[in-house]
């Protein structure tokens, strides 16, 4: 009778387990409600003629995480903008692609892309829905077409059905693929960081993070410039150019030599997570960045003014400065549920 | 009771059926049709030579463009359109375009872009026309090509003797949306009782003339914003009314 008693209470439990597990990863109406941040201004992304929906977030996230949209289906959006890293590539300082080719780039952390005017290092794409057919395409990333994506995906029982539940109706053409991404990674929000909740005083900051802070408004946010930790604007940051890859940047979209050797100023949210740094990578650690940073004589040609007022930075204040930076780590959105691997659910 | 009742219910529901199919004017409808020629003669792939202002000879193998924004103009109203036709002389059926719904009357022009307006270009995903699937779309530099051109020539020197002109660009000072502009000889009459068809001269050879005379041996590739404006102002005189047949 006992042991009935205990098989019954047993099963009762791996049914509940079941249960909750489940619910803990169902998408709801509320999970794909957009939010602004306090403090956040208006998004240049506003999910126009793309109404967020449950069904079609996870659809999204589904395309994300599954290499079907590379080639030889060996690589997804995920295997270079991995969580851990805060959706850059762990430890990788360019990008690689299938058959080991290996980009001219970093892989940049993705978070708050709503907020961002333009995409890429250039920021030669100018909409957030056509940004994966650049990966999708380039020959060292997934070395695809459009076409043969859709292709793919038609063939597949799982997406003709998943794009049924999406839009209700059948049809899976590329406006509805780049759509459902453009949902799960424009939610992709990170507010919640210690910082964020330091400045809506919910939370303290240590004599040297608070330091760090006070430098980092003086030198550092006039291109990073808070809430988001950029200014969307494109810089020269001193790097010399690295003669193998001659990467001309922003210059290579505009034709302007004006322009030439300039990036996009990156977000420094959850930068604890995304190293290696700079836009190929070169700097494995923060304090490489810094002391960079601080050695105006190393400078290349066409520096940004801005570099230069910097100045030298004691060793001290660069220990401080990195402290603040580690406060922009975002476990709320780096452990967030919505955006974990489906397939490992 | 009853009878005052039924007739009132007949009498509204006649009248919703009357607002439904009474229209104020009548409108009517128009075709377009795009036809391909090299000056004088249809365009035909691959295995005609045709020659360039400089007597250099060259193929054709490729040739499409983006149409929209087209506006029929007439003294009191003109019919203004927001559609974008991607004309493919590969695919002959996108070649015809129909436009719909134009108010009756006398038509003296017809005035269209070709390329893509910078609206359509920062959009994101689109369908139709304008789906990057067809294969006229940069993604690295966000925008649409607004024409290919493809061919071959013995003097170019690229590989394979190919020449290519894919044109696009929406942005100062790389431009290249033109505006064409066409009068009517006579005014195009627009009515419910018929379907007139507008035929349009497309010269492919003004794409390499006036104002700038191409020469493929030193210009057989544009693919970006390097001379593309040069390719769009001789593009902007390729079109003329062939026929208005009414």
């Not at chain 1, 401080?320 to 476990?331: C, E, K, M, Q, R």
């Amino acid at each position: 009778m006992r042991n009935k008693t205990t098989v019954i209470l047993l099963l009762v439990c791996i049914a509940l387990l079941a249960f909750t597990a489940n619910n803990y990863f169902l998408i709801t109406q509320n999970d794909v409600t957009l939010k602004i941040p306090k403090g956040f201004p208006k998004p240049y992304y506003k999910f126009k003629n793309n109404t967020l929906s449950p069904e079609v977030f996870v659809l999204g996230r589904k395309l994300f995480y599954d290499p079907i949209l590379s080639k030889d289906s060996t690589i997804s959006c995920a295997s270079c903008h991995q969580r851990i890293a805060a959706f850059a590539h762990f430890d990788h300082p360019l990008s690689h692609g299938i058959n080991g080719l290996i980009g001219k780039r970093n892989v940049p952390a993705l978070q708050n892309l709503i907020w961002q005017d333009t995409y890429m290092w250039d920021g030669g794409v100018n909409n957030l829905e056509v940004q994966p057919i650049n990966p999708l395409t380039n020959p060292v990333e997934m070395n695809e077409s459009l076409e043969h994506v859709i292709e793919k995906l038609r063939l597949n029982e799982m997406y003709a059905a998943e794009f049924k539940i999406a839009f209700n109706d059948t049809a899976i053409t590329s406006e509805r693929i780049l759509k459902a991404l453009a949902q799960f990674t424009g939610l992709m929000i990170s507010a919640d960081s210690r910082y964020d909740r330091y400045i809506d005083g919910k939370d303290t900051f240590s004599t040297s993070e608070k330091n760090g802070l006070a430098l980092f408004r003086k030198k550092c946010a006039s291109c990073h410039e808070e809430p988001l930790f950029t200014d969307n604007s494109y810089r020269n940051n001193g790097l010399k150019p690295d003669p193998s890859l001659n990467d001309k940047g922003r210059g290579a979209i505009t034709g302007l030599e004006f322009d030439e050797y300039k990036f996009k100023v990156p977000s420094l949210r959850n930068i604890e997570r995304s190293y290696p740094y700079m836009h190929d990578g070169r700097f494995r650690k923060l304090k490489d960045v810094l002391d960079h940073y601080s050695s105006p004589g190393n400078f290349a040609p066409n520096t940004a003014r801005e570099m230069y007022e910097i100045g030298k930075l004691s060793e001290p204040d660069k220990k401080d400065i990195i402290a603040f930076l580690l406060t922009l780590t975002d476990n709320t959105f780096l452990y967030d549920r919505r955006f974990i691997d489906p397939f490992m659910q | 009771m009853k009878i005052i009742v039924t007739t009132i219910l007949s009498m509204a529901t006649l009248l919703v059926a009357m607002s439904f199919t009474g229209k104020p004017t009548g409108e009517g409808k128009l075709t377009i049709a795009f036809d391909h020629y090299v000056d004088d003669k249809v365009l035909q792939f691959d295995s005609v030579l045709y020659k360039n202002e400089l007597g250099q000879s060259f193929t054709v193998t490729k040739f499409k463009y983006y149409i929209g924004n087209i506006c029929l103009k007439k003294t009191t109203g003109n019919k203004e359109t927001t559609d974008y036709y991607l004309i493919n002389e590969e695919e002959p059926a996108t070649k015809t375009i129909s436009v719909g719904n134009i108010p009756e009357g006398e038509y003296t022009g017809i005035e269209f872009i070709l390329g893509v307006d910078s609206i359509h270009n920062c959009s994101g995903a689109q369908s139709g026309a304008l789906d990057p699937v067809n294969a006229m779309f940069w993604a690295w530099n966000t925008g649409y090509i607004f024409l290919k051109l493809e061919g071959k020539s013995p003097v170019s020197k690229s590989p394979g003797n190919i020449f290519e002109f894919h044109i696009g660009g929406y942005k100062q000072p790389n431009n290249c949306i033109r505006t064409v502009s066409l009068n009517f000889e006579r005014p195009l009459i627009i009515s419910t009782s018929a379907i007139r068809e507008l035929h349009l001269k497309v010269n492919v050879a003004e794409i390499l003339k006036t104002p700038t005379s191409i020469d493929l041996s030193t210009l057989s590739s544009v693919t970006d914003f390097h001379n593309a404006t040069t390719i769009a102002d001789n593009y902007m005189d390729m079109f003329s009314v062939l026929s208005i047949k009414q």
